[in-house]
């Protein structure tokens, strides 16, 4: 792959003299759904596949991009003093949601840059293809320019981007999971507080097995910031009867308690599930920790139960890939990933149900929704590397 994106730098950009070769991965959580933006945990982990990039810097102020996924985009031209979002910039919003960011932290970057991107992600699966190029522009400046910044500081710049510079105002998880990436383990994040722990993947003959619904799901235009704000109307009518910062601080029991001070239904489902799903990936870490993968794989399929009717982000495609999936013998669990309304499952597969789970949740996708899904067995890869 090095080979292959400095052939084409050289291709695009006139030679590659002086350029470096990067990687950031995508990520996949494994449970703890829409707890981020509420304070509760997550368990994301980074993946082997992501966003490979070139970059040099110039000796102007100019910014050229080119990507090998949008080669129809061709080089899309931008400037330092021009450091602002436009629709026509496409994809490149992203890296230079980044540059800006880094203005706005003090770090302002002194000169230009040519930068290709090549994803091998599948795009808008809900496996963070975004997030990857964030991290990887900051890991690139950070690499380029000598900044001083932290693999978290990284993730936090690409979450500030995200929410002022793209107008979506996603959680801490996709960025952190990318920036702190780390072979065979998931990150036990506790979002409230940016601590975490990493914890070894062990499957016991299983494979995580993702599964991309190929319904393309846009997260600015989603749902995502209406669910956002809905939990943020529970949690100021909740904090009438309990002290409390977000809805990762109650249990399950003082939610029932205190639940009926929220006056919408919708608004109590919602709730409802910010506080179980928190509880639910609390448990479901510690019943990896006890090697209890049975147990992993129940706490995932209620997570998508919850997703699925009170949270209201599924929808008929994730549905069928999560239901089919449970019918198959050897599923340990399979439920919804990322933000929803479209994007991707993933499932816990025994090695030898692998074939059979393709084969039949595949057909039956096929046959219910009209086109095919996309199967991928993954690895749990590092975080952001020069390569
Ligand atoms: C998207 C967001 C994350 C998180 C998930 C849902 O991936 O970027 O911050 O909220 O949705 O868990």
């Known amino acids: 792959m090095k080979k292959t994106i ?36 997550v368990f994301p982990c980074a993946l082997t596949i992501g966003t490979y990039g070139v970059a040099r810097k110039r000796d102007d102020n100019k910014l050229r991009f080119y990507s090998m996924n949008f080669e129809h985009l061709g080089v899309i031209e931008s400037s330092l003093d021009d450091l602002k979002p436009y629709k026509e910039a496409d994809w490149t919003n992203y890296p230079k949601g980044i540059i800006w960011a880094f203005g706005e932290k003090g770090m302002q970057v002194p000169q230009g840059m040519d930068l290709l991107l090549c994803g091998n992600i599948p795009n808008g699966s809900g496996l963070s293809s975004s997030a990857s190029v964030e991290v990887l522009t900051g890991f690139i400046l950070r690499d380029l320019f000598g900044f001083e910044v932290t693999n978290t500081e990284l993730a936090l710049i690409g979450q500030f981007s995200e929410n002022k510079f793209n107008g979506v105002n996603c959680g801490i998880m996709d960025q952190f999971a990318i920036a702190m990436g780390k072979k065979d383990h998931a990150i036990f994040l506790d979002t409230a507080d940016l601590s975490y722990e990493y914890a070894p993947i062990k499957l016991q003959g299983a494979k995580i097995v993702i599964v991309c619904s190929n319904k393309k799901r846009g997260l600015g235009d989603s749902k995502y910031n209406e669910r956002r704000s809905e939990c943020e109307q529970a949690l100021s009518e909740l904090q009438k009867k309990a002290d409390i910062k977000t809805l990762g601080d109650l249990t399950g029991e003082k939610f029932e308690e205190i639940k009926g001070v929220i006056a919408s239904d919708v608004r109590m489902k919602r709730a409802k599930h910010a506080v179980y799903e928190n509880q639910r990936t609390i448990q479901a870490v510690q019943a990896l920790k006890e090697n209890d993968i049975k147990q992993f794989g129940q706490l995932m399929n209620a997570s998508h139960v919850s997703l699925r009717d009170d949270y209201e982000v599924t929808g008929v495609e994730l549905d069928t890939l999560a239901e089919e999936a449970w019918k198959v013998e050897g599923v340990i669990g399979s439920r919804m990933t990322g933000a929803g309304f479209g994007g991707c499952t993933v499932s816990i597969v025994k090695d030898e149900a692998i074939d059979t789970f393709i084969e039949q949740v595949g057909a039956a996708y096929l046959e219910k929704i009209g086109y095919a899904a996309d199967f991928y067995v993954v690895e749990v890869g590092d975080g952001p590397a020069v390569l």
Request: charged share 20%; proline share 3%.
């Open 6 to 41: 400095l052939t084409k730098f050289a291709q695009v950009f006139g030679d590659n003299e002086g350029a470096k070769a990067y990687f950031a991965p995508g990520r996949v959580n494994l449970i703890g759904e829409h707890t981020d933006y509420n304070g509760g945990h």
